[in-house]
């Protein structure tokens, strides 16, 4: 079709330079007739050009042309007709996108590179108020709560952020996608923090509860170990000691465990040394076993700010579990810099653990081995405890294990809790 338009261009130019040409034989001036026919082509294409151009600026019809003209302005119109298609389907499908998006019943907010907003949902307005004006202002100067502003400049966003604003508790996710943009899912999980928050105190009043009758029942079973008795039933007394000890353990453990559970993000901590407290705890712990061999490895001196008997806690838990379970008895700390902070670590030599049992033991009450948690005891909280006071501190617990070759448990302080000394 293109050729034949082309053709038929040519030809046009050509009849009406013959015509030119025959006007100029008859009158004896040929040069002076071809001449003016080739004037008469370029002026009936100049007002077809026009006319185009008149069209192109949507100030007349389209040319009614058969040359190369009329062929594009048909190819345009063609193209336009397919392009307005193209876009009334993709705006429909962007309509029932944002439909789908305005009935979720997460907030949903879409950030640009810098964090500005670019649109958000109904349920965002909900949760956090927002307003139709507000599209345009940074996420930040909307959403003030300290947590979300270390989140959000941390710019680690692999975990969500659970925090608390206007009596309401959300969860945060953030996703990046695309050119750079971030797309922010908020969760109402207020109902799910309620529910939580009796299972703990449930838990904290019964493990009160029980200290009592395991005061009592561990002072009897004291003074009957100090009689003479017969050996069936010492034995007996000796199982019903062990057993109270052990549940002494879980119940102390457990209310620990809810005291950190419940205790508030927003507290103050303070600034303390830590190379004070890991001697300290090595010296507490130097008797745990008659083979045990406990050192400090690094010459890094600095305080960190947070709360000292959580951090007592995390390394008391996992010094004694590389006592229990490091079959030499050998335990290293080691406390050194690395690029987001201060990093302690403790690693024993002990049989490992299995790759699949790693992710899963900060679980309640988790064992690796049922059989020799029996013989070695505790309560299977110590890692719950640790994670949980962790989190205090802005820290995870990092696990490294291979079977036969020890496991190291590590954490960093981040930068901004930490200082020189």
């Not at 990046?176 to 299972?199: A, S």
């Not at 004070?276 to 045990?292: A, F, G, P």
């Not at 020890?406 to 981040?414: E, H, K, L, Q, W």
């Amino acid at each position: 079709m293109r050729q034949g338009a082309f053709q038929r261009e040519v030809f046009r130019i050509i009849i009406i330079c013959a015509l030119g040409l025959a006007a100029g034989l008859s009158v004896g001036e040929p040069l002076f007739g071809l001449l003016g026919g080739l004037i008469v082509s370029q002026i009936i294409s100049v007002r077809i050009a026009t006319t185009l151009y008149r069209w192109a600026h949507r100030q007349g019809e389209a040319p009614q042309d058969n040359g190369l003209v009329g062929y594009s302005a048909d190819r345009l119109v063609l193209r336009e007709k397919n392009l307005k298609n193209r876009l009334l389907k993709q705006a429909t499908q962007l309509q029932r996108y944002s439909q789908g998006i305005e009935s979720l019943q997460d907030g949903v907010i879409i950030l640009d590179q810098n964090g500005h907003i670019t649109t958000f949902n109904g349920a965002a307005v909900r949760m956090l108020r927002l307003r139709k004006d507000d599209a345009g202002q940074h996420i930040k100067n909307l959403i003030r709560a300290p947590q979300f502003v270390r989140y959000f400049d941390k710019a680690d966003y692999s975990e969500p952020l659970q925090f608390d604003i206007r009596m309401l508790s959300l969860q945060l996710q953030i996703t990046e996608f695309g050119l750079e943009q971030k797309v922010m899912l908020i969760r109402d999980v207020t109902e799910k923090k309620r529910v939580e928050t009796m299972r703990q105190n449930f838990i904290a009043d019964v493990s009160h509860e029980l200290r009592t009758p395991l005061t009592v029942i561990n002072g009897y079973l004291e003074m009957f170990t100090g009689m003479d008795t017969p050996a069936p039933m010492a034995r007996a007394l000796e199982q019903m000691e062990s057993q109270s000890r052990r549940m002494t353990g879980i119940v102390n453990d457990l209310i620990e465990l809810s005291k950190l559970e419940s205790a508030s993000s927003e507290r103050s901590g303070e600034w303390f040394s830590i190379n004070t407290l890991c001697h300290e705890i090595v010296d507490q712990l130097q008797s745990y076993r008659e083979d045990s061999h406990l050192r400090i490895n690094g010459k890094v001196k600095a305080e960190i700010e947070g709360f000292p008997q959580e951090m007592r806690s995390v390394l008391t838990n996992l010094i004694t579990n590389a006592l229990k379970y490091g079959d030499d008895g050998d335990v290293m700390i080691s406390l050194e810099h690395s690029l987001k902070g201060l990093k302690i670590s403790v690693r024993d030599h002990g049989a490992g653990i299995p790759p699949e049992h790693i992710n899963r033991l900060t679980e309640r009450f988790y064992r690796v081995d049922e059989s020799r948690e029996s013989e070695i005891g505790g309560s299977g909280l110590g890692l719950s405890i640790v994670k949980h006071a962790l989190e205090h501190h802005d820290a995870t617990l990092q696990i490294d294990s291979a079977e036969g070759e020890g496991s190291t448990f590590s954490f960093v302080i981040p930068s901004f809790r930490v200082r020189q000394v």
